[in-house]
């Protein structure tokens, strides 16, 4: 028997907001809506969580200024969330937007946010201010 390194995993993104119509619902790059979460998809990241939960753990101030910040976790595969105030789908106090993304390492956050952006070009053209990603 050899010790063999884990098969790479296959990279995915999800978003989590507003898509073709309002209501804030997780969607695949196609724009339908996900109701079965991936294989590894942090339990903890239930729609309330996502639904500004991960912003205002964290404190931060409902402003629409692009700002991005993230955190990861999830067995057996990582997931980084990439989340930020927005009001470009949905002009309400407190709605915001997010990227799920598995298949990088949690050295790469950037590589991660940047598939996201690439992933969902949409979403990132619809937004007032340019998403700066909030490193360190």
């Excluded at 990241?45 to 200024?65: A, C, E, H, T």
């Excluded at 930020?84 to 106090?93: E, F």
């Amino acid at each position: 028997m050899t010790d063999r390194a884990p098969l790479p995993v296959e990279k995915k993104a999800l978003y989590f907001g507003c898509g073709k119509q309002l209501g804030h619902f997780l969607h695949d790059k196609n724009g339908r809506t996900v109701y079965n979460r991936p294989e590894g998809f942090p339990s903890i990241w239930f729609n309330d969580l996502m639904d500004s939960g991960l912003l205002k753990n964290g404190k931060r101030p409902d402003v629409y200024d692009g700002k991005v910040f993230w955190t990861g976790g999830g067995r057996p595969h990582f997931w980084f969330a990439f989340f930020w105030w927005d009001r470009s789908g949905d002009k309400r106090s407190n709605s915001n937007s997010g990227f799920y993304v598995r298949g990088f390492e949690y050295t790469e956050p950037e590589a991660a946010f940047a598939y996201a952006c690439e992933t969902f070009p949409q979403i990132v053209e619809r937004q007032h201010h340019a998403l700066e990603l909030q490193v360190g």
